[in-house]
């Protein structure tokens, strides 16, 4: 029986990190697909989770689904937080005990952190958060599923960490380098070579095959 989920949601392979449109043009999406999979195969790894749910309005999102344990969902709403609404009901339906919130930007996230996130705590109603450097939520489980309500978007993460205060539910927080450092900005492309200088992650690979012909220090 699965009893612990992740889901990560992709906005689409091509409608992903506007922000950075200008500078990457058509070859984002390659940044877009190697974040996915650094993300996924780390979750992956960490041997946590049943079930990967991968919930994306784009279909080609599905070609994504590397072994048995990940399973796409058609995304039919709008935004983040109706698609994490619709995870949560699937994990309910099917009676599963956590279910992990997984961002698809966070390149250094490591099979140890999602170990680490998933073991804090022995509450049977609690949620574990790990913020990012921005504020928002990077990495949210729940136990189980549906406890807080999703509430992404700017300063997510004390949205999140007031709802389970309301709700009485045990929460707990991580701070964590590698998980809070998220992709948005070109800025961030800079720090992620800098923190993966020999190019470890897909992320970083993409980058240089990217911007091989462009100094990124240059940009901006």
């Not at 990457?24 to 650094?38: I, N, P, Q, T, Y």
Request: proline share 4%.
């Amino acid at each position: 029986m699965s009893q612990h989920w992740a889901v990560i949601h992709i906005k689409g392979l091509t409608e992903s990190k506007t922000r950075l449109s200008s500078y990457l043009g058509d070859k984002k999406k390659l940044l877009v697909e190697a974040l996915l999979h650094d993300v996924l195969s780390s979750a992956l790894k960490s041997g946590v989770y049943d079930k990967v749910l991968l919930i994306s309005p784009d279909e080609r999102v599905s070609s994504h689904r590397i072994n048995s344990k990940v399973a796409y969902v058609k995304q039919t709403s709008f935004g983040l937080n109706r698609a994490i609404e619709h995870a949560n009901k699937i994990a309910v339906r099917e009676g599963v005990r956590s279910l992990t919130t997984i961002l698809a930007d966070i390149p250094l996230a490591e099979p140890r952190d999602f170990r680490e996130v998933f073991s804090l705590g022995d509450d049977d109603h609690r949620s574990v958060l790990v913020p990012s450097l921005k504020g928002g939520t990077n990495v949210m489980m729940t136990r189980p599923p549906g406890e807080i309500r999703p509430s992404y978007g700017r300063w997510s993460y004390s949205k999140h960490l007031r709802q389970a205060q309301m709700a009485d539910v045990s929460a707990y927080s991580i701070s964590n380098p590698c998980v809070s450092f998220d992709i948005d900005t070109v800025q961030d492309l800079i720090e992620l070579k800098r923190r993966d200088h020999q190019s470890r992650t897909m992320s970083a690979r993409a980058l240089d095959e990217i911007m091989r012909p462009v100094n990124l220090l240059t940009i901006g």
